[in-house]
């Protein structure tokens, strides 16, 4: 069976280093082993590929050739709450390591973004005041494996604005100056210079980075960020994030202005994108994805809500969702007939494909279920009749 999302795939380039001059285990008793005086590189490297899922590309491999001693793989369909264990001492990452103390040591991922201006035809009508990442909206996704270094330069080549780049929900411990909110933990990065920052990734999940400056991420600079690592419920196969966002087909610069007359009008939003993509009133079909996965799988679905004005409840007709993670949080996996997302946040969640009701809501003949995203009463800045509903969401 197949779901309609609206998803674009994008690529990004990795580079993977060994640099990191030390790691910490956690061994069970809440205490740091420091391993001094460098690494002994075993002959057989622990790599292994992250669950990310084919319709991202090409694996993604995650690797801690770093990390002394017999370490292997222990995340399987049947088991994910495990990352990798020793097999010589029984240590293991998982949902119960403290990451706020500990985390495995892997490798540096360095990636490279462009902020530009770019027109943006995300549901049919063209919004001449985008702003994106590498020339495309949504932004590249980012992708680590807990414990590696994230490396990302920024070239800003807007003409008039300066830019910082807010990594939502990353936990800076050691490294404030690289939260990227400009006036607060840096500079803005002005036209034509760049800024790497660089911080470890000792949290997993999905989250999202977007610029922190005025009102550039409305205009679309914006992009999901995923740091595998372990899940407190089982899954067959992962799929690419799901950004869910309200959308204008006019700057929100333009709509700031506005609001500053004499007799101002509020800013109203215009449709609904997912991964950047929708359809307006008289433009569809304007743009659409078919997201296939095979019955009786179960499938990681990594929600984020990347709007600016509008609360919303997502749901896929006839499926529940076990819900496994939220904000970088594991949590105890529990089930839900819809998940209710609000501005900024995100959710891990697992989608068991198979349908719960087939006598009085049987499967359609050609077995596509529809993805609905509708807006919360009193949460949404849609003018009057004119709020996203099931009908328009593909």
């Given at each position: 069976?197949?779901?309609?999302?609206?998803?674009?795939?994008?690529?990004?380039?990795?580079?993977?280093?060994?640099?990191?001059?030390?790691?910490?285990?956690?061994?069970?008793?809440?205490?740091?082993?420091?391993?001094?005086?460098?690494?002994?590189?075993?002959?057989?490297?622990?790599?292994?590929?992250?669950?990310?899922?084919?319709?991202?590309?090409?694996?993604?491999?995650?690797?801690?050739?770093?990390?002394?001693?017999?370490?292997?793989?222990?995340?399987?369909?049947?088991?994910?709450?495990?990352?990798?264990?020793?097999?010589?001492?029984?240590?293991?990452?998982?949902?119960?390591?403290?990451?706020?103390?500990?985390?495995?040591?892997?490798?540096?991922?360095?990636?490279?973004?462009?902020?530009?201006?770019?027109?943006?035809?995300?549901?049919?009508?063209?919004?001449?005041?985008?702003?994106?990442?590498?020339?495309t909206y949504p932004g590249p996704w980012i992708k680590a494996?807990?414990?590696?270094?994230?490396?990302?330069t920024i070239k800003n080549k807007l003409q008039y604005n300066?830019?910082?780049?807010?990594?939502?929900?990353?936990?800076?411990?050691?490294?404030?100056?690289?939260?990227?909110?400009?006036?607060?933990?840096?500079?803005?990065?002005?036209?034509?210079?760049?800024?790497?920052?660089?911080?470890?990734?000792?949290?997993?999940?999905?989250?999202?980075?977007?610029?922190?400056?005025?009102?550039?991420?409305?205009?679309?600079?914006?992009?999901?960020?995923?740091?595998?690592?372990?899940?407190?419920?089982?899954?067959?196969?992962?799929?690419?994030?799901?950004?869910?966002?309200?959308?204008?087909?006019?700057?929100?610069?333009?709509?700031?202005?506005?609001?500053?007359?004499?007799?101002?009008?509020?800013?109203?939003?215009?449709?609904?994108?997912?991964?950047?993509?929708?359809?307006?009133?008289?433009?569809?079909?304007?743009?659409?994805?078919?997201?296939?996965?095979?019955?009786?799988?179960?499938?990681?679905?990594?929600?984020?809500?990347?709007?600016?004005?509008?609360?919303?409840?997502?749901?896929?007709?006839?499926?529940?969702?076990?819900?496994?993670?939220?904000?970088?949080?594991?949590?105890?996996?529990?089930?839900?007939?819809?998940?209710?997302?609000?501005?900024?946040?995100?959710?891990?969640?697992?989608?068991?494909?198979?349908?719960?009701?087939?006598?009085?809501?049987?499967?359609?003949?050609?077995?596509?279920?529809?993805?609905?995203?509708?807006?919360?009463?009193?949460?949404?800045?849609?003018?009057?009749?004119?709020a996203p509903d099931e009908f328009k969401i593909l």
């Amino acid at each position: 069976m197949g779901f309609y999302d609206a998803c674009k795939a994008v690529a990004v380039s990795v580079t993977a280093i060994f640099t990191l001059p030390f790691h910490l285990i956690n061994d069970g008793s809440n205490q740091a082993v420091l391993s001094p005086g460098g690494f002994h590189i075993r002959k057989e490297n622990l790599t292994f590929p992250a669950p990310n899922g084919p319709d991202s590309g090409p694996e993604f491999i995650c690797d801690y050739s770093n990390l002394q001693g017999n370490w292997t793989s222990c995340s399987t369909p049947d088991n994910r709450s495990c990352w990798i264990r020793n097999s010589d001492t029984g240590q293991e990452f998982n949902t119960t390591t403290d990451y706020e103390n500990f985390a495995p040591t892997g490798i540096l991922r360095e990636y490279y973004l462009e902020v530009d201006e770019m027109e943006i035809n995300g549901d049919g009508v063209l919004n001449p005041g985008g702003k994106v990442f590498n020339q495309t909206y949504p932004g590249p996704w980012i992708k680590a494996c807990w414990g590696d270094t994230i490396k990302i330069t920024i070239k800003n080549k807007l003409q008039y604005n300066g830019t910082t780049i807010h990594w939502h929900g990353i936990r800076q411990n050691g490294t404030m100056e690289m939260d990227g909110v400009n006036g607060v933990t840096q500079c803005p990065i002005a036209p034509g210079d760049s800024f790497t920052y660089e911080f470890k990734a000792v949290q997993y999940g999905t989250s999202w980075y977007h610029s922190h400056y005025s009102l550039q991420y409305a205009d679309g600079l914006a992009g999901p960020i995923t740091i595998f690592g372990p899940s407190s419920s089982n899954f067959d196969e992962g799929r690419d994030p799901i950004l869910i966002t309200d959308w204008s087909h006019h700057s929100a610069f333009e709509a700031w202005q506005r609001e500053l007359v004499p007799t101002p009008s509020l800013p109203k939003m215009d449709s609904v994108l997912i991964n950047g993509v929708g359809n307006y009133a008289g433009s569809y079909p304007h743009e659409r994805f078919n997201m296939t996965v095979t019955k009786g799988k179960k499938y990681i679905l990594r929600v984020i809500n990347t709007s600016v004005d509008t609360t919303w409840i997502f749901s896929i007709d006839n499926h529940n969702f076990t819900v496994m993670s939220s904000d970088f949080v594991p949590v105890t996996p529990y089930n839900v007939t819809h998940l209710v997302i609000g501005i900024g946040q995100r959710y891990h969640i697992v989608l068991n494909a198979i349908p719960t009701d087939t006598d009085s809501l049987p499967a359609s003949a050609d077995g596509n279920y529809w993805i609905r995203t509708v807006t919360a009463d009193d949460c949404q800045g849609f003018e009057t009749g004119n709020a996203p509903d099931e009908f328009k969401i593909l």
